[in-house]
């Protein structure tokens, strides 16, 4: 099976979704640790990855990556409006899948 290796640019949704749902699932003080998880595997692969993760390499606040990802009016009520439950766990199904394939060099 071959696999198309995603662009920066393209996997620029699945990550602000990632963060999404690592905000609904995760407390205020957990999310930003596994998004910077997420970060550092993704730099292996992707050098854009290493300058986002160098910006919030410090950053412990919720609210501030969000503004990062230009996600200004976040908050627990508006996560979760307009997010149908199977669409999230496809976006993070095919954003795991693809980190998955990355890291271990299937192409």
């Known amino acids: 099976i071959e696999y198309q290796l995603k662009t920066w640019q393209e996997l620029q949704p699945m990550l602000r979704e990632f963060w999404r749902q690592v905000r609904l699932s995760l407390t205020p003080r957990s999310a930003p640790g596994r998004l910077k998880q997420w970060l550092a595997m993704l730099t292996?692969?992707?050098?854009?990855?290493?300058?986002?993760?160098?910006?919030?390499?410090?950053?412990?606040?919720?609210?501030?990556?969000?503004?990062?990802?230009?996600?200004?009016?976040?908050?627990?009520?508006?996560?979760?409006?307009?997010?149908?439950?199977?669409?999230?766990?496809?976006?993070?199904?095919?954003?795991?899948e693809h980190l998955h394939k990355r890291l271990c060099g299937i192409r």
Not at 50 to 67: A, P, S, Y
Not at 74 to 94: C, I
């Open 44 to 96: 292996r692969n992707y050098p854009e990855a290493q300058q986002l993760f160098n910006q919030l390499r410090k950053v412990t606040d919720c609210v501030e990556i969000d503004r990062i990802f230009g996600l200004y009016r976040l908050s627990s009520v508006s996560l979760n409006r307009g997010y149908e439950p199977l669409l999230r766990e496809r976006v993070l199904g095919a954003l795991i």
